[in-house]
């Protein structure tokens, strides 16, 4: 609410310059009291990031839900592998072919897989899509209320709040038994998508001065063939865009753990607190440029290597430019990458090889052939521009945001969507991660923190 309303409560917030002067000194202050000496962490071996320097992540958990596999155990040693990634036991490529060798959409049937355990029957697989398509309602009155009327500069946050105002309309918000979470869960998973796009054409109506469209979901679609019909003012897509728009739900619906918005899931649930609390949680994570944002950067790097890249078909000119990105001389100066390297993945992201041929196929359909070539240029020469540049502790391969943006860009999906499309997808995986985490029974999460501050006295106020 602004002051121009004229019903706020209190004082609206200072501008004036001895509070911006205040508010400048208070942020040196905050930064100088809040920096930890970078030497302290090796000397009390702390793992930043809860991983040591070869990768290898510290055990915090144990799950039945997903593995994500980068290297296998040789001696006492580990040695790098290709990645694989497994959905409840089942390897994704299996996955990913067995539900394309029958012509069908797979997000469905992958949610239930991940949150029940096993492969559903066909008459499972049609209860659950009946199922979801009768949850994919919201009130009238909740989308203008809860969404439209209050627009977000960013969707992620316009979601976060949309789920947390969904708290307010269930019967039992508190609960968490298995079967009130699971019941929760899937109002979640099947709400989503209303979430992402509506909180998308409220943001474009006042930040773009868009015209306001909403379209209603469709209850014969699936899940990514009603994101596109819910998006577009036409409403129309083609069989492809809808297939390749499935295989990346499929792709991001679950990835272990110990990812941070997945962990973030287990931390919170061990509170004990209520499921819309938990996932608006996930979705702060998630939000994140290291997290479900590099997507968006890296688009953007690649337009930016366009403009400034004369030749598309000289190694040299891209290494260059590359290196030039590494040394913070060129695009956001930040010195990454981005879409290169994973925590775990190493000699390969199994979700970059399966994104990478249909972005092969859309390229071709949308007369991108060029650009994609280019890409993949990018992908083959990165590891060694960024081995020339820095010292590196395991191999480095493309991650699955180095395709993901670039399929949604093809597919017309705006920037502000990439990472709640994502989330739209991996609320599946918080929600089964959620369920595990109650069913274990588990402690509260509580990881120690060493602190390495000097004791000193109180100074009274008149002698400080």
């Not at 992402?196 to 899940?223: C, G, K, M, R, W």
């Not at 991650?399 to 993901?404: C, H, I, P």
């Amino acid at each position: 609410m602004t002051p121009q309303d004229g019903n706020c409560v209190g004082k609206p917030p200072h501008t004036s310059g001895h509070a911006i002067s205040a508010l400048e000194r208070w942020g040196e202050m905050a930064l100088e009291s809040s920096r930890v000496d970078a030497e302290l962490y090796s000397r009390y071996d702390v793992k930043r990031g809860l991983r040591d320097v070869s990768g290898k992540g510290v055990l915090a958990g144990l799950t039945q839900i997903g593995d994500v596999v980068g290297s296998a155990p040789d001696g006492d040693a580990y040695i790098p592998i290709p990645g694989e990634l497994v959905y409840r036991g089942i390897e994704i490529n299996e996955l990913v072919r067995g539900f394309q060798a029958a012509d069908r959409f797979g997000f469905e049937e992958t949610a239930y897989l991940v949150l029940f355990g096993e492969l559903p029957s066909a008459e499972d697989l049609s209860l659950f899509e009946r199922h979801l398509a009768e949850s994919r309602v919201l009130p009238r009155h909740f989308i203008n209320d809860a969404i439209l009327r209050m627009p977000s500069r960013d969707v992620m946050n316009a979601m976060s709040r949309a789920v947390l105002a969904l708290y307010t309309r269930d019967e039992n918000p508190d609960d968490t038994s298995i079967q009130a979470v699971l019941r929760q869960s899937l109002q979640l998973i099947a709400t989503f998508p209303l979430l992402a796009v509506y909180a998308y054409q409220a943001h474009a109506n006042q930040f773009h001065d868009s015209s306001l469209v909403i379209h209603s979901p469709a209850p014969e679609l699936s899940t990514a063939e009603n994101i596109l019909r819910m998006l577009r003012p036409d409403t129309k897509f083609t069989d492809l865009e809808a297939k390749v728009l499935d295989l990346a739900l499929v792709l991001h619906a679950e990835h272990g753990g110990g990812n941070n918005s997945s962990f973030t899931a287990h931390v919170v649930s061990s509170s004990g607190t209520d499921t819309f609390a938990t996932v608006a949680a996930s979705l702060g994570a998630l939000k994140g440029p290291k997290h479900g944002g590099a997507n968006i950067k890296m688009v953007r790097m690649f337009d930016d290597l366009k403009r400034n890249v004369s030749d598309w078909t000289d190694d040299e000119q891209i290494e260059a430019y590359l290196l030039r990105v590494l040394g913070k001389d060129a695009f956001d100066r930040s010195g990454l990458i981005y879409g290169m390297g994973h925590p775990v993945y190493s000699v390969s992201d199994p979700r970059t090889i399966i994104m990478r041929e249909y972005a092969r196929d859309l390229a071709e359909m949308k007369g991108l052939s060029d650009e994609y070539q280019l890409l993949t240029k990018v992908e083959d020469i990165a590891p060694g521009a960024i081995g020339k540049s820095r010292k590196m502790y395991k191999g480095v391969s493309a991650n699955v945001d180095f395709y993901s943006g670039y399929i949604y860009r093809m597919l017309g999906i705006p920037e502000e969507l990439y990472t709640p499309i994502f989330a739209v997808s991996r609320v599946v995986g918080w929600c089964a991660h959620r369920i595990e985490e109650l069913a274990s029974g588990g402690k509260i999460i509580r990881p120690a923190y060493k602190s390495v501050a000097s004791r000193r006295e109180y100074v009274p106020l008149e002698q400080r």
